[in-house]
């Protein structure tokens, strides 16, 4: 398996844009989960998904960060209208059920709002 | 919910030495708690966990301990080299429960 794949690598956009950040997991895995990495807050959880159905969107900062999972094998994670303060690296992970507890993490996406 | 505070933030060890990185913890109930490892640029990857049925557990230069009292685990890496420099995230989750969290990070960097 070639791993957790996202894109973009590398995202820089104005402010007030509309940002998508795409997450393929590793096939098999049950659980989907997107973090957020600043150097203030360190990684933070956003949203978690299982079985494609949102867990826990707690960690979600505001109405303008939205994600889906429409099937097992991609999920989005949407900033609309984008700011400054969104700039981090975003990270999908995934792992198979719960007993091995290892996230996978893919190479993160980088996000520059101007 | 659970809460993770890592320390210390930044580390340098002459190559050779040993580093310690300490994390506490503040859910009773958690009892897995894994290290991940991030290099410059690079994504976080799982390098040793325990479970709270253990106390320690060790994998070549490195060893994690835990103090299930004291709501502490430390990563213990032994004759360091310049490749472990990076950055080191200690995280906690009660078993059954998805969400890990992660401490703040700990900066490690070996001084050849």
């Known amino acids: 398996d070639a791993g957790v794949i996202q894109s973009p690598r590398h995202e820089v956009t104005e402010m007030g844009q509309e940002v998508t950040l795409r997450c393929k997991p590793i096939?098999?895995?049950?659980?989907l989960f997107w973090y957020r990495q600043t150097m203030m807050r360190g990684l933070e959880l956003l949203i978690y998904?299982?079985?494609?159905?949102?867990?826990?969107d707690s960690g979600m900062p505001e109405d303008r960060f939205s994600a889906k999972m429409p099937n097992a094998s991609f999920s989005t994670l949407k900033i609309q209208p984008s700011e400054p303060r969104d700039s981090a690296v975003y990270f999908c992970?995934?792992?198979?059920?719960?007993?091995?507890?290892?996230?996978?993490f893919g190479e993160g996406s980088r996000l520059t709002v101007l | 919910g659970e809460n993770v505070e890592q320390h210390p933030s930044t580390l340098s060890v002459q190559e050779g030495d040993s580093a310690v990185i300490k994390c506490t913890y503040s859910d009773s109930a958690s009892n897995y708690f894994p290290w991940y490892k991030q290099e410059l640029g690079k994504r976080p990857q799982l390098i040793i966990d325990?479970?709270?049925?253990?106390g320690e557990k060790k994998d070549q230069r490195i060893a994690v301990t835990l103090n299930k009292t004291a709501k502490h685990f430390s990563l213990h890496i032994t004759e360091t080299q310049p490749e472990d420099s990076a950055v080191y995230f200690c995280a906690a989750s009660a078993f059954g429960n998805e969400k890990l969290t992660f401490g703040t990070g700990t900066r490690l960097t070996i001084i050849p």
């Open positions: 992970a995934s792992s198979r059920i719960l007993n091995t507890g290892e996230l996978f």
């Open positions: 998904f299982n079985n494609n159905v949102p867990i826990d």
């Open positions: 325990i479970r709270s049925n253990v």
């Open positions: 096939s098999g895995h049950d659980y």
